[in-house]
């Protein structure tokens, strides 16, 4: 049969579909792109924000309509949305051409619950409430080969008072070093090169496994695996990083220099109602610190605009912050209520027009922050992997570069894979044109 995944959502959802692919292949299943070819179509939902629900309600009405075309399809749907009662009761009363669901905790069931509907031809319904232990050795097909994410823990213990993943994703769990050193390991043999660590929390790494290791131990036995010539991770909360991190991502080559530290509103009573346990000055202390020690860090980050309260003055702070941190890039998001979690319940929502205008302010200074900071890359050389041919020009190659700047110049697909040395001839808010010199 010929298959079809679409990924909402973050990271971890796509290295999910990642599996899913992997074990469809593996029982002689195609990929394809096309959906009018494929006999199975999954969906890997998102439920961070709100409207990513209407979208995939409204994505269901459309397949509605396609299966009754093609009688065959099988229609999977799963991730974090199928891990929330309230969807699966309204998939199984209203939307009855679903042929299975699955939640976050059990992929690994996947195999076994489409052979159950092909056998049965009836809704095949399989969602553990929690995580149980971590199933291992599931296999995985990535989308490229020079570059893979590598999930090193699963759920999140930290209950920011807006967010839903930690009942969606269930209680932090660390896999061992010696199953992800061994996966890291064959995706060397295969030519990777560049690996992202993924967890919710990478800096709590390790306290579920009873033993003495710490994330930077971890970096530190993964970045003697020979191929591998990049590490990059994602996401460290604020209130975890520890100086011996950041003093391993200064003194470690094969790190990257490029730190995302999500600090979500620039107010300290915001970030005490939205449970972060840090203040404004702890967060602008650990940046300085980081920019001192680690020269030339690319500093990432994610903000909410319009959590519930969050006054005018409030949301200053959030403007101060982007004018003393000066990220290089930043991950914007209108706060949105998620039922369930405590900031649901909390008075004085915020009007969605307020919202709108936060964040346009602060995008509009963003752009000319991020411009500033891409002309200091002028007339430099960086090492850029390259990705792939661009979208826009097929004689030009993108790449990134250890910051994570796109860079966009001449080249072909021979190109694709290899990390080159090339120097900045041209500055945008976004990315960066260059010349290649090697
Ligand atoms: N509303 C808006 N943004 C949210 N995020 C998580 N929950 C919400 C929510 N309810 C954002 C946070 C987090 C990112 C992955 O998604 O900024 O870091
Ligand atoms: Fe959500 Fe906070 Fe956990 Fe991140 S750390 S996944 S924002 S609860």
Redesign the pocket.
């Known amino acids: 049969m010929n298959y079809k995944i679409i990924t909402y959502g973050c990271q971890m959802n796509e290295n999910d579909s990642e599996k899913i692919a992997g074990m469809l292949k593996q029982a002689g299943h195609s990929p394809t792109e096309d959906e009018n070819e494929a006999n199975i179509i999954i969906l890997n939902t998102c439920s961070v924000r709100e409207n990513a629900n209407d979208k995939f309600f409204g994505h269901l009405g459309y397949y509605k309509k396609l299966k009754k075309e093609k009688k065959d399809l099988v229609l999977c749907i799963c991730g974090c949305m199928m891990q929330q009662d309230s969807v699966v009761n309204e998939i199984k009363s209203k939307y009855r051409h679903v042929d299975m669901i699955f939640g976050t905790h059990n992929i690994h069931e996947f195999p076994q619950l489409l052979a159950d509907h092909l056998e049965k031809h009836e809704m095949v319904v399989g969602i553990w409430e929690d995580g149980r232990e971590i199933v291992e050795n599931i296999p995985v097909e990535r989308k490229h080969e020079f570059k893979a994410y590598v999930s090193i823990m699963f759920g999140?213990n930290?209950?920011?008072s807006y967010?839903i993943?930690?009942y969606t994703r269930g209680r932090e769990r660390s896999r061992t070093v010696e199953s992800i050193r061994s996966e890291v390991e064959a995706l060397a043999k295969t030519g990777c090169k560049e690996i992202t660590l993924l967890g919710?929390?990478v800096n709590s790494y390790g306290n579920t496994l009873g033993e003495e290791i710490t994330f930077p131990g971890l970096l530190k036995e993964l970045a003697k695996v020979d191929g591998i010539e990049r590490i990059r991770f994602m996401?460290s909360?604020p209130k975890d990083i520890s100086l011996e991190l950041i003093e391993t991502i200064a003194g470690e080559k094969k790190l990257c220099n490029h730190v995302h530290l999500p600090v979500q509103a620039g107010n300290s009573r915001v970030l005490s109602a939205m449970n972060r346990k840090y203040s404004k000055e702890d967060y602008l202390d650990l940046v300085r610190k980081i920019k001192v020690k680690i020269p030339g860090v690319a500093l990432t980050t994610d903000i909410i605009v319009g959590f519930p309260g969050e006054t005018e003055e409030e949301f200053m702070d959030t403007m101060d912050i982007l004018e003393k941190c000066e990220f290089d890039s930043a991950y914007t998001f209108l706060y949105s209520p998620r039922e369930g979690t405590p900031a649901y319940n909390m008075e004085e929502q915020i009007d969605e027009d307020i919202k709108h205008e936060r964040l346009n302010r602060f995008l509009d200074r963003h752009h000319r922050i991020s411009k500033k900071i891409n002309q200091g890359y002028l007339g430099k050389v960086y090492d850029v992997l390259v990705e792939g041919l661009s979208k826009n020009n097929p004689d030009n190659v993108t790449g990134r570069t250890e910051t994570n700047k796109t860079v966009n110049f001449k080249g072909d697909v021979s190109l694709v894979g290899q990390i080159v040395k090339v120097k900045i001839t041209q500055a945008k808010s976004f990315s960066l044109d260059g010349e290649i010199v090697s």
């Open positions: 999140c930290n209950f920011c967010c993943v930690p919710q929390n996401t909360h």
